[in-house]
């Protein structure tokens, strides 16, 4: 009896043990916030001028950057990082390293994705396809290029890693399409920068998964107009789950950018 009742207290103190630790991995994975990766080596060159006019209204959608925030700490990034868009908003840290064209120190510039350098396969990729699969490959916006590099150089060596996106204030949505066709830029995504997956709710209607269309824009068909639109997204890298609620009001309208309160971090 004493013996029985012994194996039971341990059955139940490991039955605790087994739910404390439960609580603790699912806290983790409910919360999880976004780490800068390890350094690797690549290869930045640079595109368009002083003012960065041409970087402008690049492949991930954000329109003019200077509207959007981003302004000209940006790059496009090779196929390979610019993922079919998912690299979109994503931050990376750069420094120039062994090469006459570093500046000295190597310091670090942080830049937002905000297009894609896309392959020219009629260049060879050791001598100007620098973009070119499996190529990692930084095209930045000559402003963020001349941080960290003398820009006659061309092209230098750089170390880069992801980083944590430090944004102010909360996701911004970008509208496009009709009352039938609701096209969303999401722009201004903090923490890991990038979104996986993305539900629009209007105040009719139940969660509605949005597809994705190209760069940073998602899209749903379904009847929209004249209902105020809440949204849920998933963070690409993170996996975390945020819910912005009444982000749009009732009288919504294309061409519009509504902001929400929370972020990712
Ligand atoms: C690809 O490279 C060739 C050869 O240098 C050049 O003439 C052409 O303009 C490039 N294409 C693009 C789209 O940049």
Excluded at 56 to 67: E, H, P, T, V, W
Excluded at 94 to 109: A, D, E, F, H, M
Excluded at 185 to 211: L, R
Aim: glycine fraction near 12%.
């Amino acid at each position: 009896m004493a013996s029985l009742l012994r194996l039971r207290s341990l059955s139940f103190f490991l039955a605790m043990v087994a739910v404390v630790v439960g609580t603790a991995t699912a806290g983790g994975y409910y919360a999880p916030v976004f780490r800068a990766t390890p350094w690797k080596q690549a290869y930045a060159t640079f595109y368009g001028d002083e003012t960065a006019s041409e970087t402008m209204g690049g492949a991930c959608g954000y329109g003019n950057l200077f509207n959007s925030g981003y302004g000209t700490d940006t790059a496009a990034l090779s196929t390979v990082l610019f993922n079919n868009g998912y690299g979109c908003g994503q931050c990376f840290q750069l420094r120039c390293v062994n090469s006459q064209w570093c500046y000295k120190g190597s310091p670090i510039t942080t830049v937002t994705a905000t297009n894609l350098c896309p392959p020219n396969w009629s260049q060879d990729s050791n001598n100007g396809g620098w973009c070119n699969p499996p190529r990692t490959h930084f095209d930045m916006a000559k402003p963020a290029f001349m941080k960290i590099a003398q820009w006659k150089g061309g092209i230098v060596p750089v170390m880069f890693r992801r980083v944590t996106c430090v944004r102010k204030g909360g996701i911004r949505f970008s509208f496009q399409g009709n009352g039938y066709w609701l096209l969303v830029y999401v722009m201004n995504v903090g923490g890991g920068g990038d979104v996986a997956n993305m539900w629009v709710k209007g105040s009719k209607t139940g969660w509605i998964s949005m597809s994705h269309n190209w760069g940073a824009s998602y899209q749903a068909f379904a009847t929209l107009g004249g209902q105020a639109l809440s949204f849920k997204l998933t963070s690409y890298t993170s996996h975390e789950t945020i819910i912005a609620y009444n982000v749009a009001p009732a009288n919504w309208q294309v061409g519009m950018t509504y902001s929400a309160s929370v972020n990712f971090h």
